[in-house]
């Protein structure tokens, strides 16, 4: 079959683009950036589409010439400034699917979400229940695949699961007692190849999820323990206070860490494994077996331990930069800036000129740091400018090279600093 696949680069979508040439599919990837696919071959033709862009049918019927089935695993954990639920989870693939039967194309396969029912009340769950109704009021064969939480090599969610496992004392919304039922990726993508398989029928909503459900508490014991640590404390969260707790993760940079998830981690996320198990013709892939008797590796311990201090180094970062800049101006004496000034060359009207000026910039610096404002560049600009500094520090002021506090030789770990923070950035979710 020709099978177009939308969201080939996301998690999901690259198991499932993997898998499809196994089963001697000819695929159409579609994705914003075509050079970002992770593997090519003959069977694969990229295709550069701009989800934000595409809401209406007329879009996708030019790409739809030939195509069989259409899979779609189009999906965000977050809604970010250029990215919303309503756009790239109902609007857009509603087009796509409106399109496809206009076209002709036999099947279509909709990665949804455990929990987008008619119960549903977050943003995220009700944008892909839009889409899964659309696609249900189409005279063609679909189905809706709702997985739950789906892990694997690659999740976003595991680096966060991970590393809430990996600290001292877990607190947890309501004593941790919420059902969730993880699906593995490679089932993900062998249900998604059993639907295209023309001896099923459609038509179906399928719950994806593992054999048996698993306390959110002890999904966290089972992870540390995968880690190598010892069983963590834990806290109890009263259900309204862990909202509070997850308005933080704006703060700490972290999408997944959101109130909305919160409430739905609190409904649950578990469901009869009858169905899923009916589509594979096997029971799915057992969470014990295929993570937790599974040692992680040297890099996914290191990722767990520092996954919070990312956050916690840009605010350094920015309280030095802030602070340097509101000490210069309202606490350290000016007459002894001055001097400091006069010693690298700087005197009369340029003095204060570059007091002030100095001062803004640092300042400045430190709230682009918190906004993350081109993160990567800033702080190449913050590297050259701090090294800058040491450079003329050290030839017109040799004394803080050698004063025993080191003033100025502190701004080596800080140069490492921020290289670490530029690489962190630069690194994909």
Request: charged content about 15%; proline content about 8%.
């Amino acid at each position: 079959m020709h099978i177009l696949l939308t969201g080939a680069t996301g998690f999901i979508g690259n198991a499932v683009l993997r898998a499809l040439p196994r089963q001697g599919h000819r695929i159409t990837a579609c994705c914003r950036h075509p050079a970002d696919l992770p593997i090519a071959g003959p069977s694969i033709k990229p295709l550069s589409v701009d989800f934000n862009a595409a809401a209406g049918v007329e879009y996708w019927l030019p790409h739809l010439n030939g195509v069989d089935a259409i899979v779609n695993c189009v999906g965000i954990i977050a809604e970010s400034g250029g990215a919303s639920f309503a756009q790239l989870h109902a609007r857009a693939p509603a087009a796509l699917f409106r399109a496809g039967a206009q076209a002709g194309v036999k099947k279509i396969v909709q990665l949804s979400a455990l929990g987008a029912d008619g119960r549903a009340e977050s943003a995220y769950h009700l944008s892909k229940k839009a889409a899964d109704d659309a696609l249900r009021a189409l005279p063609l064969d679909w189905f809706v695949l709702q997985p739950s939480i789906v892990y694997g090599d690659g999740a976003q969610s595991s680096g966060l699961f991970h590393a809430l496992a990996a600290l001292p004392l877990h607190p947890l919304p309501d004593g941790g007692r919420q059902l969730l039922q993880p699906i593995h990726v490679d089932d993900v993508a062998a249900a998604v190849c059993r639907c295209l398989v023309s001896a099923v029928a459609g038509q179906k909503t399928v719950a994806l999820v593992g054999p048996e459900p698993i306390a959110y508490a002890d999904w966290l014991q089972n992870l540390r323990r995968r880690l190598g640590k010892p069983p963590a404390a834990t806290c109890s969260v009263p259900y309204r206070y862990a909202l509070l707790l997850a308005g933080l993760g704006k703060c700490l940079g972290e999408p997944i860490l959101n109130k909305d998830n919160v409430a739905m981690l609190s409904r649950g996320n578990s469901a009869d494994p009858g169905p899923v198990t009916e589509l594979l013709g096997r029971p799915p892939l057992s969470m014990v077996s295929q993570l937790f008797e599974i040692p992680a590796s040297q890099a996914e311990r290191w990722h767990a331990a520092l996954y919070f201090m990312k956050p916690l180094l840009r605010f350094s970062i920015a309280l030095v930069w802030l602070w340097s800049g509101i000490t210069s101006l309202l606490f350290y004496p000016h007459e002894l800036s001055y001097r400091l000034l006069a010693d690298t060359g700087v005197s009369g009207l340029g003095a204060p000129l570059a007091l002030y000026g100095l001062a803004a910039l640092d300042i400045a610096l430190g709230l682009a740091t918190l906004a993350r404002f081109r993160p990567r560049d800033l702080l190449l600009w913050q590297f050259c400018i701090v090294l800058g500094y040491s450079l003329v520090v050290a030839f017109c002021l040799p004394e803080f090279v050698y004063h025993p506090f080191g003033p100025l030789l502190k701004n080596i770990p800080f140069l490492m600093c921020l290289l670490i923070y530029r690489q962190l950035e630069g690194e994909k979710p």
